[in-house]
Structure formats: structure tokens, C-alpha cells
């Protein structure tokens, strides 16, 4: 009987003609490029001699979009210019952990003037913080906290994380104390969980059973890596590298090692298999 397996084919690129499974960097990348391009903060910032105002539209990731400058006062012919900001900020000790490790959001709050000579000084308001973990469209912890003053706060993630992508988003809200308007400012982190695992079912107590081995036999060592991204394990014997395999696939890889036992001293003689995972850069 003959069975015929189709090959599936995936695209490396995006493409509006093709039905075919695209790789998953592809549509991250994707995604990234859309990240960097939508509006996440507003920041504005009166200039030294207070004649304009400067927006700043951000990104999640703190990158400046674009940028306009307006005069100061207008909007209306109010006359009324942003004389308060709230300063937020939010990071992780850890970006990318290992499966199981732990990582602390650390961020921190306060409320300023933007002009005059208290510029830069506290005005001592305190805010409504949200803190929301999520993975993908799933909230994994959500909490508000209220009346938080001028400081730092630490949160432990650790029960949150799972392998893959986290993100973390810092919300502050307040009123400004000369205006009694609402001022709202966001804050973003993330961190990568990466998995690494590696298995072999080589059983050394079945050859010596069988006979051991001839110099004209060859010794097979299977394997199973897991884990996301480039991932490359090597085979050492006695300390030293006898041969490498680069495996880019995500998920679980069954591959083997072939040594010769011509390659073995006398004696005793070690074997050993090391995966390493290509870690991807932080984004800043």
C-alpha cells in the first residue's frame, strides 16, 4: 500500500494571493512594525521661554512618532496652558527568564510642574495606579490602587509568567491641581519567557548487553531539543566538540549524533549533549 503525505509549504513572506501557513516571525515582525507606528502616550512639554508647547506622540515603547509644536495658550482662546504632567515609568529586572525564573516590575510615579520656577518640582498629587498583566487578549492580574503617592513600587510577576511573550502595562490617573482637569499617563514593559529542554533515550546498558560495539559499528545518539528560536546543541566527547546542529523549527526536534568508536580511549570516556537558545535583543 502506498501512502502519499503532502509537503506543506510555508510562505516566508506575507502574501495576499497565498493560502499557505506563514512562519510566525513573519507575522511578529509584522505586528512590530505596527506597534512602532500606533499612538500609545501623549507627552507635552511647555518650552524654556513658555511660548509653546511641545506634543510628543509615543509609541508603547517610549519611541517618538512624531512631534508638533503649538503655541502656548492656544486651544480655543482659553488662554489656559498645561502647567502640571504626570511622570511615569515602568521596567522589569529580567526581560528575557527562563522557564520558572522570576522577574519584579519596578515603576515609579510622580506629579510635576511644567512651568515657572517650580518647574520640575513635585505638586505632591497622588493618582489612581492600574497595573494589568496580559498574555495576548488574556488578563492574567489586574489591580487599581488608590491615592498613591510620589515613590517607587515593586510588584513580583513570577506567578504570572508563562513561556512566551507578557506585557505590562502601568496606568496612572490624577487631576490636575490647577485646572481640576483628569490627566491620565501609560507606561509599558514586557518580558519573554523562553523554554529549553533536552532529552535523550540513548541507553548505554542496552548495547553492553547486546555486545558492545566493534570498531566498524557506529554509535547512535538520539535526541529531543524543545524550545522556541535558533536553537544549537552539540556533542562533546571527553570535553571536546565532536559535532554541532542548528535546528531553527520552534517546538520539539528529534535529531541524532553518529560517533565513531574509533573516536573512544581506553577506559573510561564521557559523552555530552548541550542545547543553546539564541535569545532574541531587548527592546528598550
Known amino acids: 500500500?502506498?501512502?502519499?503525505?503532502?509537503?506543506?509549504?510555508?510562505?516566508?513572506?506575507?502574501?495576499?494571493?497565498?493560502?499557505?501557513?506563514?512562519?510566525?516571525?513573519?507575522?511578529?515582525?509584522?505586528?512590530?512594525?505596527v506597534d512602532a507606528s500606533t499612538l500609545f502616550n501623549v507627552n507635552a512639554e511647555?518650552?524654556?521661554?513658555?511660548?509653546?508647547?511641545?506634543?510628543?506622540?509615543?509609541?508603547?515603547?517610549?519611541?517618538?512618532?512624531?512631534a508638533v509644536d503649538i503655541p502656548a495658550g492656544s486651544g480655543g482662546g482659553s488662554g489656559e496652558t498645561v502647567a502640571t504632567k504626570i511622570v511615569?515609568?515602568?521596567a522589569v529586572d529580567n526581560a528575557i527568564i527562563k522557564e520558572g525564573g522570576n522577574a519584579r516590575l519596578t515603576y515609579t510615579y510622580d506629579h510635576q510642574y511644567t512651568t515657572g520656577d517650580e518647574k520640575g518640582e513635585s505638586t505632591g498629587q497622588k493618582a489612581d495606579i492600574t497595573v494589568t498583566i496580559r498574555r495576548g487578549t488574556t488578563t492574567m492580574y489586574s489591580q487599581t490602587?488608590?491615592?498613591?503617592?510620589?515613590?517607587?513600587y515593586e510588584l513580583d510577576l513570577s506567578s504570572y509568567l508563562l513561556v512566551g511573550n507578557t506585557d505590562?502595562?502601568?496606568?496612572?490617573t490624577t487631576t490636575d491641581p490647577t485646572t481640576?482637569?483628569?490627566?491620565?499617563?501609560?507606561?509599558?514593559?514586557?518580558?519573554?519567557?523562553?523554554?529549553?529542554?533536552?532529552?535523550?533515550s540513548y541507553n548505554l546498558a542496552g548495547a553492553i548487553a547486546a555486545g558492545g560495539y566493534t570498531l566498524a559499528d557506529t554509535i547512535n545518539i538520539p535526541y529531543a531539543v524543545s524550545g522556541s528560536g535558533t536553537k544549537v546543541v552539540t556533542l562533546y566527547l571527553n570535553g571536546r566538540q565532536q559535532n554541532a546542529h542548528t535546528i531553527t523549527r520552534s517546538g520539539t526536534t528529534n535529531g541524532s549524533f553518529s560517533l565513531s568508536p574509533s573516536s573512544l580511549v581506553t577506559?573510561?570516556?564521557?559523552?555530552?549533549?548541550?542545547?543553546?537558545?539564541e535569545l532574541p535583543p531587548i527592546s528598550c
Open 46 to 66: 511647555v518650552s524654556e521661554d513658555e511660548t509653546s508647547v511641545r506634543l510628543s506622540f509615543q509609541n508603547k515603547s517610549g519611541t517618538e512618532i512624531t
Open 1 to 33: 500500500m502506498n501512502v502519499n503525505v503532502d509537503i506543506l509549504e510555508v510562505d516566508e513572506t506575507l502574501s495576499a494571493d497565498s493560502t499557505n501557513p506563514v512562519e510566525n516571525k513573519v507575522v511578529t515582525a509584522r505586528f512590530n512594525e
Open 267 to 277: 577506559g573510561r570516556n564521557t559523552v555530552q549533549m548541550v542545547a543553546e537558545m
Open 168 to 172: 505590562i502595562y502601568v496606568v496612572a
Open 88 to 90: 511615569l515609568n515602568a
Open 180 to 200: 481640576g482637569k483628569k490627566q491620565t499617563r501609560q507606561a509599558f514593559t514586557s518580558v519573554k519567557v523562553v523554554s529549553l529542554s533536552l532529552t535523550s
Open 145 to 152: 490602587v488608590s491615592d498613591v503617592s510620589k515613590g517607587s
